[in-house]
């Protein structure tokens, strides 16, 4: 009598796994290893070698049409081992990529987040790798030839996924109310704004970023960008003033970080500060209409007169471009 397919992947894995007792932390190793070489920031890598329930369940899965999903399980399951690189920012994962790529042969690359973004929702994020180990990674030298799957998030999406995983799939068969599904998707856009923020302070906090790029100014993004141009000689002022901010920016064609930053010229400051006469050092916001108002002028004026809360703005202003001009005299 034949052997089942289920008995034959039984005697594969259990053989396997007996040569191999240590394989998830080789695993481990060898990709903490070339991390740290190659100089990429993570928070942790972790690795298992996937259970015999769990693979045994997933060799039986079949399509819609009946037929089995893995027909040749041991070589068609590609997760066997399976390892987990957690990054404290998104910036990393593209370069985790690269070298991953540099060092074993790609056999797929799926980017889970970017599939949640174009289905037009917030969700599961991660960049999932199938690998094939080549002989160029010593290191895992007795595994030449095995495909294995590298899953790569942050540690906010880690979280996520867990705490989801741990709700949807360990609290019985009876589906999560529509209630915790909107829930869930209102977190997973806060994790993805989060996200965001974090790449923003790596970016900022990059000196090499500010020779290659620029980083483009938004409300999210303006308290971090005023943080290191003023160093905090400056009040921040109430977050939702930043976003009217942004818009008074970008009216006067300041969309970036560079162009903000010859705004804040020492000598202009100075200037402004004369010709206002504070009683206080003033907050971001007020300081940056000022300059704006020093630099453009009536332009400014008549520009942004009747934004922002106050009804006398555009009179104000005008008061304060007579002071600007008086102190040029």
Known sequence: MAESPISKLSNQYHEWVRVHPRAAREFRDAIEDLLNDAGIIFDRVAARVKGWPSLKAKAKKRNIDGELMYPNPWDDIQDIVGVRVNVFHSTVIPEAITIFGDSFEVIKSVDKAAETRVAGGFGYG?????????????????????????????????????????????????????????????????????????????????????????????AETLPGILAVLLDGRFPRSRSEHYRWLADLLETNGITTMNQLENLLSERDIETVHDAMKYRFRPGQVRLIDDLLLNRFGKDHIEATGDTGTRRDRRQRLVSRLKALRATRK
């Open 126 to 218: 991660s960049h999932h790798l199938v690998l094939r180990v080549t002989e160029d990674m010593e290191d895992l030298a007795d595994f030449v030839g095995m495909r294995f799957e590298v899953q790569i998030r942050t540690v906010l999406q880690h979280a996520w996924a867990e705490f989801e995983h741990d709700i949807r799939y360990k609290q019985g068969l009876g589906a999560p109310s529509p209630q915790v599904d909107r829930l869930f998707t209102l977190a997973a856009g806060l994790i993805e704004l989060a996200d965001n923020q974090f790449d923003e302070i790596a970016a900022l906090k990059d000196p090499a970023h500010h020779a290659d790029s620029d980083i483009e100014i938004s």
